[in-house]
């Protein structure tokens, strides 16, 4: 799986239980504040509690300093506020993004209850305000999050994407549980001291919190003593919240998605898992005083905060800057961030007309004109209309594409076929962001990785340079030591040296011939490139497709598609890159197919049986508002 497929699945998951989990906090404190007739539970110190554990401290100051600040403020903040990164909307809002990019790897239920929790929530933002509307919101938003839980879990196979889903979860359930614990010890120490005894309330507001208090007593005496809650919440194996319970959810994982196998990259991994599992081995909460429990949990706290980031480090996804190292709030991955990211949909209708000097009785043919769907790129609706009639039968070829097949049987002089497609884009750039890594370096030169991408590194008729071609290349850009940068500069070499020229070439030159040309169109271009590249041993694909230019745009390409090529970056996946405009392909490429050249992604073959024919082929790419 590409590593930012993984990115979104991990994010989406832990905002859905992140959102579940803040929800539940600020509906036990709404009713603790109809529960209770006592000043004293509603004094600072609660807000504190509830602020420290969905948000921060320095939020809750700020809001503090406002001197007409009320309930309804905090609680607006918390629930609502799109300046908060943490609050109940802003967590809807990335789980939903995160979700609409890798859509393809959910279940549509999934995406389908969660946008309409995020459209609920717009709403609920705009009624007046009242503790039954926000407690209405809350319980909304809880069956949400649930109803999502049980479609992830009845719903999908038990694939790579599901266990990065899973770990997220896991992981912000153990965060969580750890940093609740951990506020709450605090927060009661003070009337521990003063009072000489335990803040009952406060215990129990950290079971329903957890959603534990009906577990806990189901084993326990109806008795909120400190010790036996967090033994319960902390080391109880079976109390789906327990963080020992999900960290051994996440090593199990783990060991799946590795085989079992500890290797270079994931040994700091295991060294972490298995630090924390030792301190469960090694702890006896009963024997600690309050001092003690205090730094255990806040040691505790930081080492599971620590697993989350180096599980993050392992698989080359997103780990944001917290605002407090210790309490480690998390943000917006910057790459998932949609107020930065481009989003575009675009209408494309392709129109290939055959005209035929001679009556044809008989026509076989294949088209490749339906765009592909994957975590870039979403095909929203796709039409195919021919002319004279036929039926279509539909597969994936061995790159991936998507082929349809169809068969005339009778006479005709001309044949038309039109696809009308809509497509969703949104990627965000790559290439210049990425850092080549010792990892990366490893992986590039491995026997597994050269033998997987095989059909990439060996050239073709139509890719295939001479070594003197290769040479002057060489000469020019000097020799390959780190193959993303080294794949930059040959775009920027071709950018410079070719002339685009629609006259100079036709559709069977070859890269040999373009490269002494120094001039044609997109495909030749890429071509050459490709011819590079595959000698360097850099895996590459060609990529044909459309290309969005618009008005006083800069891109240059063909008036009927595109063509660009893409090469496999070692834990980031494909990466597009566009010689004809010295470019990465972004939100104005649209991918239809890829393969090893511009013969495995060809837009319309076929056989016939008639005279000679004539090609008028008319793209028309608009840009949907």
């Known amino acids: 799986m590409l ?45 504190k509690i509830l602020f420290e554990s969905c948000s921060t401290k320095e939020e809750l100051e700020e809001l503090k300093n406002n001197p007409e600040a009320q309930d309804e403020e905090y609680i607006r903040y918390l629930a609502y506020s799109s300046e908060n990164l943490n609050s109940i909307f802003s967590c809807v809002r990335v789980a939903r993004e995160n979700a609409r990019i890798s859509r393809d790897h959910l279940p549509n239920e999934l995406f389908e209850i969660w946008n309409d929790l995020y459209l609920f929530t717009h709403q609920a933002e705009q009624e007046q305000f009242s503790i039954h509307q926000v407690r209405a919101f809350l319980r909304k938003v809880k069956v949400t999050a649930l109803t999502a839980q049980g479609i992830i879990e009845s719903g999908m196979s038990r694939s790579v994407a599901y266990r990065m889903i899973k770990i997220g979860k896991w992981l912000e359930r153990a965060e969580k549980t750890a940093r609740i614990l951990n506020v709450v010890c605090e927060q009661t120490r003070e009337t521990q001291l003063l009072y000489k005894g335990d803040d009952y309330y406060a215990w129990l507001s950290a079971l329903r919190m957890l959603n534990g208090y009906e577990a806990y007593l189901k084993v326990n005496r109806p008795k909120m003593d400190p010790k036996t809650i967090l033994t319960f919440l902390i080391a109880d194996e079976s109390f789906p919240r327990s963080i020992h319970y999900n960290m051994n959810h996440v090593r199990a994982a783990v060991d799946i998605l590795e085989n079992a196998k500890i290797a270079h990259y994931s040994s700091e991994l295991y060294y972490a898992l298995e630090s924390l599992k030792n301190d469960f081995d090694e702890i006896s909460i009963q024997e600690l005083n309050s001092d003690d ?37 998390v943000s917006i991955p910057e790459q998932l961030n949609f107020e930065k990211a481009s989003s575009m949909k675009y209408k494309i209708e392709h129109t290939n007309i055959f005209d035929y000097d001679t009556w044809v009785d008989q026509s076989m043919n294949s088209i490749r004109l339906k765009p592909r769907t994957d975590e870039c790129q979403r095909l929203l609706s796709y039409r195919t209309d021919i002319t004279p009639v036929a039926l279509t039968k539909e597969h994936v070829d061995i790159w991936g594409n998507n082929v349809e097949s169809f068969f005339i049987a009778d006479h005709h002089k001309h044949l038309e076929v039109k696809a009308t497609s809509v497509v969703s884009i949104q990627k965000s750039p790559w290439i210049h962001r990425i850092d080549y890594s010792p990892e990366m370096h490893a992986i590039f030169h491995s026997d597994l990785f050269s033998s997987h991408y095989l059909a990439y590194l060996s050239n073709t008729a139509y890719t295939y340079l001479t070594p003197e071609q290769v040479e002057h290349v060489d000469s020019d850009i000097g020799q390959m030591a780190n193959p993303v940068q080294y794949a930059i500069d040959v775009m920027g070499y071709l950018f410079n040296r070719f002339t685009y020229d629609g006259s100079s070439t036709t559709v069977s030159t070859k890269a040999t011939e373009s490269f002494d040309l120094k001039k044609g169109v997109c495909q030749d271009i890429s071509h050459v490139m490709l011819g590079i590249l595959r000698t360097k041993h850099i895996p590459a694909r060609y990529v044909s497709g459309y290309l969005y230019v618009g008005e006083n745009s800069a891109l240059v390409g063909d008036a009927a598609s595109h063509a660009w090529i893409e090469v496999m970056v070692p834990g980031i996946g494909w990466v597009g890159l566009d010689p004809t405009n010295n470019v990465e392909a972004l939100e104005n490429h649209i991918r239809v197919g890829v393969g090893r050249d511009y013969g495995d992604v060809s837009p319309v073959q076929g056989v016939y049986r008639g005279g000679s024919h004539k090609l008028d082929v008319k793209v028309s790419v608009s840009l949907i508002e």
Request: aromatic fraction near 10%; include cysteine; charged fraction near 25%.
């Open 3 to 47: 590593s930012r497929v993984a990115d979104s699945l991990y994010w989406m998951a832990r905002n859905i239980e992140r959102t579940e989990l803040n929800a539940r906090i600020l509906d036990v404190h709404l009713t603790q504040m109809v529960e209770s007739s006592s000043e004293d539970l509603l004094d600072g110190k609660h807000w």
């Open 293 to 329: 429990m205090l730094a255990f949990l806040n040691t505790f706290q930081n080492k599971c905060n620590e697993v989350g980031r180096i599980f993050s480090r392992t698989y080359y996804l997103i780990e944001p800057v917290s605002k407090q190292e210790q309490t480690q709030i």
